[in-house]
């Protein structure tokens, strides 16, 4: 296998949740281009048609399960696992023997975001972090990585980085000096669910233009 070849993931299997747009649908779109059969789970589903519009026209094996994955995780996993003939999740990984998952984890797990107070918000991506640590240690023994990724500020629809009133704070505190855009956070989860990162679990990798160096 050549360096780039460990990067692919031809006839794997992938499930993103929230895929139908912002980050979710650049990691769906950038898993398949990499040669993986997407499935995107999210309840929306205008919006999960309309990203799966927007993927199979550029050639990409992707499909949609209208679904809240929150409400009982079991039932929609296992369907998502039928439409594909298989998938990368816990209980199907230790019977197939192994498979990688990738958590979306946040700066704001490592960090007191300014100037908004968000408490709840940087709680919940630091037990992400920690829930990442955690299985990556109970399942390596089942063949199965877990590492995450902890993004700094990118342009999405959710986040308002073009606001004047977070430019001091959320741009030129960043060393880079500028936001992401979702593409540019996309192929760090393609490295992570493929061979590329075999020897990695239980990483929690940062990417944020150099944000957190400060």
């Known amino acids: 296998m050549t360096v780039l070849e460990s990067f692919a993931l031809t006839g794997k299997k992938a499930l993103v949740t929230g895929g139908n747009q912002g980050l979710g649908k650049a990691f769906a779109g950038a898993l398949a281009q990499a040669g993986a059969q997407v ?8 919006r999960n048609a309309a990203a799966v519009r927007e993927l199979t026209s550029q050639g990409l ?4 399960l209208d679904a809240d994955i929150t409400a009982d995780a ?13 998938l990368a999740a816990g209980r199907l990984m230790a ?19 300014r100037p908004q107070w968000q408490p709840a918000y940087n709680a919940s ?11 990556a240690a109970e399942w390596a023994g089942s063949g199965i990585r877990v590492n995450a990724i902890a993004p700094g500020y990118v342009k999405t629809e959710m986040a308002p980085v073009d606001r004047p009133e977070f430019r001091r704070y959320w741009i030129e505190d960043t060393p880079q000096r500028r936001y992401a855009l979702p593409e540019e956070i996309a ?10 990162s075999a020897f990695m679990t239980g990483a929690v990798l940062v990417i944020d233009g150099g944000y957190t160096l400060w």
């Open 39 to 46: 499935v995107i789970v999210a309840r929306d589903a205008d």
């Open 61 to 64: 094996a992707v499909s949609a």
């Open 74 to 86: 079991g039932p929609v996993t296992g369907q998502a696992a039928e439409a594909l003939g298989g």
């Open 95 to 113: 019977a197939s023997g192994g498979g990688s998952i990738v958590n979306v984890g946040s700066i704001s797990g490592m960090i007191v975001n």
């Open 125 to 135: 991506k630091a037990a992400v972090h920690q829930l990442t640590k955690s299985l």
């Open 187 to 196: 192929p760090s989860v393609v490295f992570l669910a493929s061979p590329a």
